[in-house]
């Protein structure tokens, strides 16, 4: 059989299109310097895919033929997940949970398994990271025995769907895709390469057989999903669970979201006996003393969950030449940015003195909305005035020192009115430095506006 032999290479010229069997420095046609480049040669190989008929049962149809009757949402037996999740999982969904090490994922996973197990459902939890003892222990510290719950520790992703099969679960929990490799791909486990073979592995799995799945994932550094990034495309939600180690409280928020919406944020609380939910956090961020200057209550907005949340400022004379700004909890530029406005704006001197702004119960408050509480509570605690329990504060601050509206004001109002909030110091304050009348007004310290003009709700 003879062999094919390759073109010989041609040069073209780039300017007039002249071409050559060999290479020249100067074009034969047009008589430019430089313009002579070597043109590709044909390979005359042609790649083509041959169309295939689908099965039956994958035909395509009529959307409106289409019925959602088949996946229903099923509790996982944790309410405040369920929140996020959009209202339970459904079946066949891939579920990613990514967090910070220590935060209590596998925890909150744990308490899943065994809710769904005492549903009646059976689940089989894959842990690749701690031994069947170790989990053993963790789940009688949480009270989460239950026959209908499976427990194997293995990191060979053959092995894990085996047991899927000899199983049948409902539900599955891989603890964490990062430690879990395949043979059919080499490298190490948590490589790009694995990771992707791994989650795509089990995403085909759960869309066959109508099994849900929830995958852990490490994070990086930077607080992002680690591996590749193909993996959050893949999945149908990911869940980011954090939290702060010096405080027992967890938010859980969902960043994708194929079935619900993304808005949703769920409140839980490290225990000793495990993780608990919070259905109302309302008291969690408030002191429960006696009112003092430099003390503010604002409402925050995780979500679609309106918060109340306290700010409390402390201000102490200095004769440093750079005074201290402490903050915890809050934005350090937005601060700075209110210190400025308090003295320029509304006369409130703090060039002269430490500031010192915290929030209560380490919930951090970084949203524009909390402009106006930080700066009642600095100006209150510089003049000794008070805010009632009573008077809740809402705003962003211009730089002209007007207040601005914020996102979502109704619904504060409106928490704030089942909190048991009288007033609500907003927007319709106009400027801050009628938001502070208002506010000495109310305390009964007087000021040019009567406690009936403060804005009602």
């Given at each position: 059989m003879a062999t094919r032999r390759p073109a010989p290479p041609a040069y073209v010229c780039t300017e007039c299109g002249w071409t050559t069997a060999k290479w020249v420095g100067r074009c034969g046609e047009c008589q430019q310097w430089g313009t002579v480049q070597e043109q590709a040669t044909q390979t005359g190989i042609v790649q083509r895919v041959s169309a295939q008929a689908p099965?039956?049962?994958?035909?395509?149809?009529?959307i409106t033929q289409i019925t959602t009757a088949d996946a229903p949402r099923r509790t996982s037996g944790v309410g405040e997940f369920d929140r996020v999740l959009g209202g339970g999982i459904v079946p066949g969904a891939a579920i990613l949970l990514s967090g910070e090490p220590g935060v209590g994922k596998s925890t909150l996973l744990l308490e899943v398994a065994a809710k769904a197990a005492h549903a009646g459902r059976r689940v089989?939890?894959?842990?690749?990271?701690?031994?069947?003892?170790?989990?053993?222990?963790?789940?009688?510290?949480?009270?989460?025995?239950?026959?209908?719950?499976?427990?194997?520790?293995?990191?060979?992703?053959?092995?894990?769907?085996?047991?899927?099969?000899?199983?049948?679960?409902?539900?599955?929990?891989?603890?964490?895709?990062q430690t879990v490799s395949s043979a059919m791909i080499d490298g190490a486990a948590g490589q790009p390469s694995q990771v992707r073979e791994v989650a795509s592995t089990l995403i085909r799995v759960a869309k066959d057989r109508g099994l849900p799945i929830i995958i852990v994932g490490h994070v990086t550094k930077d607080g992002q999903v680690a591996g590749p990034r193909v993996l959050e495309h893949l999945v149908d939600v990911v869940c980011h669970f954090e939290g702060d180690r010096q405080t027992s409280l967890r938010f859980i928020r969902a960043l994708k979201n194929r079935f619900g919406p993304t808005d949703e944020v769920g409140c839980f609380e490290m225990t000793g006996d495990g993780i608990a939910e919070v259905p109302d956090p309302s008291g969690l961020f408030l002191s429960q003393g006696a009112t003092e200057p430099g003390t503010?209550?604002?409402?925050?907005?995780?979500?679609?969950?309106?918060?109340?949340?306290?700010v409390q400022a402390l201000t102490v004379p200095t004769q440093a030449p750079n005074p201290r700004r402490v903050v915890q909890g809050v934005d350090a530029a937005r601060v700075a940015m209110v210190l400025a406005i308090l003295e320029r704006r509304a006369g409130v001197p703090t060039s002269n003195l430490d500031v010192y702004v915290s929030t209560v119960g380490g919930v951090r408050f970084t949203e524009p909305a909390a402009d106006l509480a930080i700066a009642i509570a600095v100006a209150g605690s510089i003049r000794q005035i008070s805010v009632p329990r009573t008077v809740a504060a809402v705003g962003e601050l211009s730089l002209a020192g007007e207040i601005r509206p914020v996102t979502q004001s109704a619904q504060r109002r409106s928490e704030a009115a089942r909190l048991g909030y009288e007033q609500v110091v907003d927007d319709r304050s106009k400027t801050l430095r009628a938001a502070l009348t208002d506010v000495k007004a109310r305390n009964g310290g007087g000021g040019r506006r009567d406690e009936r003009d403060i804005p009602p709700f």
């Open positions: 099965l039956a049962a994958k035909a395509a149809r009529p089989l939890y894959a842990s690749a990271e701690e031994s069947p003892a170790q989990v053993r222990l963790r789940a009688e510290r949480t009270g989460a025995l239950h026959d209908e719950l499976y427990l194997a520790s293995e990191t060979d992703l053959a092995t894990i769907l085996g047991h899927i099969d000899e199983v049948q679960p409902q539900l599955v929990i891989v603890d964490s895709v503010c209550v604002a409402i925050s907005l995780e979500g679609r969950r309106a918060l109340p949340v306290e």
